[in-house]
């Protein structure tokens, strides 16, 4: 369930070309009543810095015996597969590639597979955008996505999303992203990122001590 702990009104003019998409994926997703929460570059616009792109991403918590009918659902609230065979893909890739019909946006659902991905979801917070409420998943997770994705752009995102969350929680991304480092045997995945936790050390002013007078020794 999404937290609306923190989270402002928020008025993005690089993401208004995908409003149209990202209200009927909601609208989607509330029919078919599938959890799920918008990550890539969506996410890294609204937990970072705002930048171009081009398709919404999201993650779902979907039952794969379901996809047929999740497709049918998705064309009936103004989505098409952008690709002929589009439920054997999703088979086999965990991912349901769409077009919003209306604007021609693509879609990119990820069906999750892992336990990680169940409680990104869980742990998604809600985003409020004009009359738009959606859920995103939060900064720690995000950049944990994007480090395992690690190409060029996804380093600038996990860079960006640093600097706007001062306060996340750099421990449990690091534990994170060295499982993932583990199972795929990528050291670079953390050594890559690691850098950028390190924020340069705040000069401390120092506070000149009082001077005190030696106490005389009694004679």
Do not use: Y
């Not at 009543?33 to 990550?39: E, R, S, Y």
């Not at 996340?168 to 995945?189: G, N, T, W, Y």
């Amino acid at each position: 369930m999404a937290s609306t702990e923190d989270n402002p009104s928020i008025s993005t003019p690089s993401l208004a070309s995908l409003i149209p998409a990202i209200c009927a994926l909601c609208n989607l997703l509330k029919v078919s009543q599938v959890p799920g929460a918008i990550i890539g570059g969506v996410a890294a616009s609204l937990q970072g810095q705002a930048r171009a792109t081009e398709d919404v991403d999201a993650l779902l918590r979907l039952d794969e015996r379901s996809l047929d009918h999740f497709l049918e659902m998705a064309i009936t609230e103004g989505f098409r597969p952008r690709i002929p065979d589009a439920i054997s893909f999703a088979r086999r890739s965990a991912v349901l590639l769409l077009e919003h019909k209306a604007s021609g946006v693509g879609v990119d659902l990820t069906i999750c597979r892992l336990p990680f991905d169940s409680d990104a979801i869980d742990r998604a917070r809600l985003i409020v955008m004009g009359d738009l409420q959606f859920s995103v998943v939060v900064p720690e997770d995000l950049i944990i996505m994007k480090a395992i994705a690690h190409r060029p752009q996804d380093l600038q995102d996990i860079r960006a999303v640093i600097r706007a969350n001062p306060q996340l929680d750099a421990r449990r991304v690091r534990m994170q992203v060295q499982e993932f480092v583990k199972a795929l045997d990528m050291p670079e995945l953390w050594e890559d990122i690691a850098v950028l936790f390190r924020a340069p050390r705040s000069r401390v002013k120092k506070v000149p001590r009082k001077q005190t007078k030696p106490r005389r020794k009694k004679k």
